[in-house]
């Protein structure tokens, strides 16, 4: 990409998964990201970490914010930057893209336009409403009612508006929803006509509600909602209750408190949002590197005078391999020594580096490991190799000494206390507090001590009292025992995939399939 340039680019109708290759390729590549509140924080990770990021505001400014926004695009790109512009839905719908595409026309300021899904095209399919479907009628018409944030009144001609035989979609402030449902039924729209009304479309807080358009202006007029909603007027809306996909999911309008490692969290995330879930994410503890690579380099080194080397963790396997290949040496070192991983998430990790593994124990935890290692053979003078955590458990080390065998234990990686007051953290303690969290989920023992030490020790026991709370193992379930923390979900197979799965068994059982309907 040369340098200088503004990309506006559509981040979508609010999903982050819906953001095109191209628009990611954009923010991947920016020096600068302004965006707006409306997109979903998680897309600001795609940018690169040294990248200045500056929150605009709204999606809709005012004219004088509006100003201030082209002028810094424009600065930021003369000063020799690549510059992306993050838009709610599509920059050239119902948005101010326009105006900034063609203030940077005007400026001499190169730009690309990069289209993302119309919001109103987004939340229809995601509420499971076709705009067009045989006999829905032959137009299609979108309605703008909430880009100038100072109008509360919106100039259309209602009367033509009213008559169309086919599907209508209105962008509804919360201060003029109530006017356009009105003004349609006063223009001769039927009140019997089906409606559908549509907040926080395609993300997992998404509402909709289904009725006549009656119902739906008896609705707007009582609600105190001030979200900007998509109100869709038709008889395609009627297909909905065939078609609706996204809120017929097991885990919909759950919350679920996401406590791994960030940088290790996607797959948990990935896994909960495909079965309808809201992750909350709050990592409680961070992955590190040790204070001193040396002795890990020193095992590397001399990996040939080992006969097995134990992972009790997928982050152990990624350090080992990295500090191995850092050196003179690569995989072929490991010819002769055998490999033992603590579950099949670490030995799924080790098949990723190309390494077969010597020994999964069938049950995931390390007195299983250690019987695998073991059981009735003699292992004395056996020389292991255990790459751990630096406040990892010593069970696997003191019995394999116990049994005979020459342990060599070196610290591969730290585990680093997260601050749970940073700004833009989620306030962990209210949300509990006030009911707002279905699911804590705990994927280390060491989250679970984080927690209590974040929440103290009496207010974490009494806050989770009353929440499921899912380990992904019992030496997890066992930590938040000892905090008087009862666990509700504890997998048969210790990994991610199977933590999730056992999260959707729980609520499949107690609450049954979810209703698909508001939630407050």
């Given at each position: 990409?040369?340098?200088?340039?503004?990309?506006?680019?559509?981040?979508?109708?609010?999903?982050?998964?819906?953001?095109?290759?191209?628009?990611?390729?954009?923010?991947?590549?920016?020096?600068?990201?302004?965006?707006?509140?409306?997109?979903?924080?998680?897309?600001?990770?795609?940018?690169?970490?040294?990248?200045?990021?500056?929150?605009?505001?709204?999606?809709?400014?005012?004219?004088?914010?509006?100003?201030?926004?082209?002028?810094?695009?424009?600065?930021?790109?003369?000063?020799?930057?690549?510059?992306?512009?993050?838009?709610?839905?599509?920059?050239?719908?119902?948005?101010?893209?326009?105006?900034?595409?063609?203030?940077?026309?005007?400026?001499?300021?190169?730009?690309e336009v990069v289209p993302g899904i119309p919001a109103g095209i987004g939340a229809a399919s995601y509420a499971g409403v076709p705009l067009t479907y045989p006999g829905g009628g032959d137009t299609l018409t979108f309605v703008r009612g909430h880009e100038d944030q100072g109008k509360t009144r919106t100039t259309i001609d209602w009367t033509s508006l009213a008559r169309l035989d086919g599907t209508i979609v209105c962008y509804a402030g919360p201060e003029q929803l109530t006017h356009m449902v009105q003004a349609l039924v006063a223009h001769g729209r039927p009140e019997e006509d089906s409606a559908a009304l549509i907040y926080d479309g395609t993300l997992a807080t998404q509402q909709t509600t289904l009725g006549t358009l009656g119902d739906i202006a008896q609705s707007a007029k009582q609600s105190a909602d001030r979200r900007p909603a998509i109100l869709i007027v038709g008889r395609v809306t009627a297909l909905r209750e065939h078609l609706r996909w996204f809120d017929a999911r097991p885990l919909f309008g759950k919350r679920v408190l996401v406590t791994r490692p960030r940088d290790q969290s996607a797959e948990m995330v990935a896994l909960l949002e495909a079965r309808g879930a809201e992750p909350i994410e709050a990592p409680m503890i961070r992955i590190a590197p040790p204070e001193d690579y040396g002795p890990l380099d020193a095992a590397c080194a001399a990996i040939h005078e080992f006969d097995w080397i134990v992972f009790a963790s997928a982050n152990a396997v990624d350090v080992f391999i990295k500090r191995l290949l850092a050196t003179p040496l690569d995989l072929r070192a490991l010819k002769g020594v055998n490999l033992s991983a603590v579950g099949p998430a670490t030995a799924e990790r080790l098949r990723d580096h190309g390494l077969k593994v010597d020994l999964v124990p069938a049950e995931y935890r390390a007195e299983a490991l250690v019987e695998g290692l073991a059981g009735s053979r003699d292992i004395t003078g056996v020389r292991i190799l255990l790459p751990r955590a630096d406040i990892g458990r010593e069970v696997v080390a003191e019995e394999l000494r116990r049994r005979g065998a020459e342990v060599t234990e070196v610290v591969a990686y730290r585990t680093v206390i997260v601050d749970p007051e940073r700004e833009g953290e989620p306030d962990i303690y209210r949300m509990l507090l006030d009911r707002r969290i279905d699911v804590v989920t705990f994927t280390s023992a060491s989250a679970v001590r984080n927690l209590v030490r974040v929440l103290g020790a009496e207010p974490a026991a009494d806050l989770l009292q009353s929440t499921v709370v899912a380990c992904i193992g019992p030496v997890t379930a066992e930590a938040a025992a000892q905090y008087n923390i009862r666990s509700t979900i504890v997998p048969a197979e210790y990994t991610v995939p199977a933590l999730v799965d056992a999260i959707v068994e729980h609520f499949s059982s107690t609450e049954g399939p979810p209703s698909g309907g508001p939630r407050t």
């Open positions: 990409m040369s340098r200088s340039i503004v990309y506006l680019v559509g981040a979508g109708p609010g999903n982050p998964g819906l953001i095109t290759v191209r628009g990611l390729e954009c923010l991947a590549a920016a020096d600068v990201v302004l965006y707006d509140h409306l997109v979903h924080p998680r897309l600001l990770r795609h940018a690169r970490a040294d990248a200045e990021k500056i929150d605009v505001g709204t999606a809709a400014p005012q004219p004088t914010e509006q100003e201030a926004i082209c002028y810094l695009l424009a600065e930021k790109a003369r000063e020799g930057k690549i510059v992306t512009r993050l838009k709610w839905g599509d920059p050239f719908i119902f948005d101010s893209g326009g105006t900034e595409a063609l203030f940077l026309h005007e400026q001499g300021v190169p730009f």
